[in-house]
T-cell receptor, first 115, second 114 residues
Framework: DVKVTQSSRYLVKRTGEKVFLECVQDMDHENMFWYRQDPGLGLRLIYF???????EKGDIPEGYSVSREKKERFSLILESASTNQTSMYLC??????????????FGPGTRLTVL | AQSVSQHNHHVILSEAASLELGCNYSYGGTVNLFWYVQYPGQHLQLLLK??????LVKGIKGFEAEFIKSKFSFNLRKPSVQWSDTAEYFCAVNPYTGRRALTFGSGTRLQVQP
């Protein structure tokens, strides 16, 4: 089974802090994704990466950056956390492009609160 | 831009009732379709998926979904719900264009009362 792990389940930070969220997958997947999940809005794509050091902006990249130095690890960075970034952050991975490789596998999520 | 609509935001059912959750998408080409479920306190997991072939797809835990291309719909069904089906359900679409990410609907919160 694919396993996607996230470094923290719950995180509390202060406004202006730099925040790192880490995600690791163990199935040699090409693609990794960061979403945020908010009530009534579903999942919205922040960034994704299709290879080491390669990244593309998703639908809501403002205020975020990412890093993928190794294939199995994908980090989301909040350069200066703000209260409107309080949310649940989900990491996902998928094997490749096209069916059936585009099925995504999700981590447990990190609930981030910015005070 | 492609979008996914889930019109039922919150559904409350009694055990043994039948369930149908709507999902419509806006993309006109070939698509791959997914339903994911998130049980309370758990991570998102795949319920079922449609890539091609028989438009009636069966998933885990007795769920099924029907792809109706002419209606751009992929509705989720279950003949008889259980209390353990209480969860949030998300429809997702991936156009068959090489786009790697999924586009998700806003989700439907299902509450099953014993």
């Amino acid at each position: 089974d694919v396993k996607v792990t996230q470094s923290s389940r719950y995180l509390v930070k202060r406004t202006g802090e730099k925040v790192f969220l880490e995600c690791v997958q163990d199935m040699d997947h090409e693609n990794m994704f960061w979403y945020r999940q908010d009530p009534g809005l579903g999942l919205r794509l922040i960034y994704f990466s299709y290879d080491v050091k390669m990244k593309e902006k998703g639908d809501i990249p403002e205020g975020y950056s990412v890093s993928r130095e190794k294939k199995e690890r994908f980090s989301l960075i909040l350069e200066s956390a703000s209260t409107n970034q309080t949310s649940m952050y989900l990491c996902a991975s998928s094997q490749g492009t096209g069916r059936p490789y585009n099925e995504q596998f999700f981590g447990p999520g990190t609930r981030l609160t910015v005070l | 831009a492609q979008s996914v609509s889930q019109h039922n935001h919150h559904v409350i059912l009694s055990e043994a009732a039948s369930l149908e959750l709507g999902c419509n998408y806006s993309y006109g080409g070939t698509v791959n379709l997914f339903w994911y479920v998130q049980y309370p306190g758990q991570h998102l997991q795949l319920l079922l998926k449609y890539f091609s072939g028989d438009p009636l797809v069966k998933g885990i835990k007795g769920f099924e979904a029907e792809f109706i291309k002419s209606k751009f719909s992929f509705n989720l069904r279950k003949p008889s719900v259980q209390w353990s089906d209480t969860a949030e359900y998300f429809c997702a679409v991936n156009p068959y264009t090489g786009r790697r990410a999924l586009t998700f609907g806003s989700g439907t919160r299902l509450q099953v009362q014993p």
